[in-house]
């Protein structure tokens, strides 16, 4: 027995290993079922007693440093196999993707900051609407050609024929809510989508953003308007920008107007982007229409008021000169990413 004890502690101490799977197969050799370990410890339960106590140190000892042996090799190896770039604190991070915002959610924003610092709250309806708040209330006859299958997306027809329900064609419909719930002064600018039965191209879309402002109080005049206008446009477009009213017409507004911007791609002189005229056509504009404070239940001998609207592809086309409206709704990331600055 002791010798045998002695060969495999020599066994055990020049074992050496090339993979995991060597060192496996030598514990199972030493602590296996019928490995030599094993077999040795039956064996030492027959020894006679005077000789127990010697012979179990030393196997005790065998025992361990084969264990020993057995778990410093497997470390070895777990070290080796495990994957480099854990160990390499050198190795240089790798950036996060940062999205952007879109350009046409920074515009609408940028325009929403102007007017509030002149005081307008932010007010938002609902894209599905109904006849009422889109045309009837807004001063629209009967058989305004605005009302046409061609234009409106028609959702539903009423009962009896007088409010069918649509989607907004224009985001003046939350003039008419607000109007409706709140007496003056109001002074609101509304953001949201419109929808128009028009064929998809470069310069027209089915789908797009408008904003559009009121302010009813007494003593409101054109010049209030004109001037609110202005300052709107010189903070967007920059202090050296003018702007134009040209008449104009539009049911809910009288006397209305086309406001332009002079084209701040050429300074005035004339260019492709304002084909020449040196101006740049951003939205329509006007008094309200007495009709229309009356159809909301306001009095309108003792009030008036300002309104406008405006496209926000449209100012967007002009601020970045992306001509093709359709980029601003395909999410194609090579033309967003191009906006990474633009918060
Ligand atoms: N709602 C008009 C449109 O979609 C834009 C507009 C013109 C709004 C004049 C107004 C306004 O409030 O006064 O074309």
């Given amino acids: 027995m002791q010798t045998k004890i002695s060969s495999l502690l020599s066994v055990v101490e020049s074992f050496t290993a090339n993979s995991v799977h060597e060192v496996e197969e030598f514990r199972v050799k030493m602590f296996g079922k019928k490995g030599d370990l094993t077999l040795l410890f039956d064996e030492f339960k ?14 005790n000892e065998l025992k361990s440093k084969a264990q020993s042996r057995i778990s410093e090799l497997k470390q070895a190896f777990d070290i080796a196999d495990a994957p480099t770039f854990a160990l390499d604190a050198s190795r240089p991070g790798s950036a996060d993707k940062l999205g952007t915002r879109h350009p046409i959610a920074s515009v609408r924003s940028e325009i929403l900051a102007i007017f509030r610092q002149l005081g307008f709250a ?14 009837g209330a807004l001063n629209f006859p009967p058989e305004h050609p605005a009302r046409d299958m061609q234009d409106t997306f028609f959702i539903e027809k009423s009962a009896n024929g007088e409010n069918p329900i649509l989607l907004r064609t224009h985001t003046s419909s939350i003039q008419v809510r607000v109007m ?12 949201g989508r419109v929808f128009r039965n028009e064929a998809i191209s470069a310069r027209a879309h089915c789908m797009f953003h408008q904003v559009e402002g009121l302010y009813v109080d007494q003593n409101v005049s054109f010049a209030d308007l004109k001037q609110t206008l202005l300052y709107f446009a010189k903070e967007l477009f920059g202090a050296n920008v003018e702007i134009r009213l040209r008449p104009s017409f539009f049911p809910f507004t009288e006397p209305s107007a086309e406001m332009d911007v002079s084209c ?3 300074g005035g002189k004339g260019c492709n982007i304002c084909k020449g005229t040196g101006w740049l056509e951003v939205g ?9 404070l009356d159809s909301c239940k306001i009095d309108s001998k003792t009030y008036g008021g300002f309104a406008f609207g405006m496209g926000v592809e449209r100012i967007a086309m002009l601020k970045y000169q992306a001509r093709d409206l359709r980029l601003y709704f395909e999410n194609d990331v090579r033309f967003l990413r191009q906006f990474t600055a633009a918060m």
Avoid: T, W, Y
């Avoid at 932010?122 to 045309?135: K, L, N, S, T, Y």
């Avoid at 409706?180 to 953001?191: D, L, M, S, Y």
């Avoid at 329509?284 to 229309?292: A, I, K, L, Y």
């Fill in 46 to 59: 027959q020894v006679p007693g005077e000789v127990k106590r010697e012979l179990g140190q030393k196997i």
């Fill in 122 to 135: 932010v007010a938002e309806g609902p894209e599905i609407e109904d006849d009422r708040h889109v045309f």
């Fill in 180 to 191: 409706e719930k709140q007496q003056p002064p109001i002074r609101i600018v509304c953001p």
């Fill in 264 to 266: 701040s791609i050429c």
């Fill in 284 to 292: 329509g504009c006007g008094m309200v229409d007495p009709n229309v």
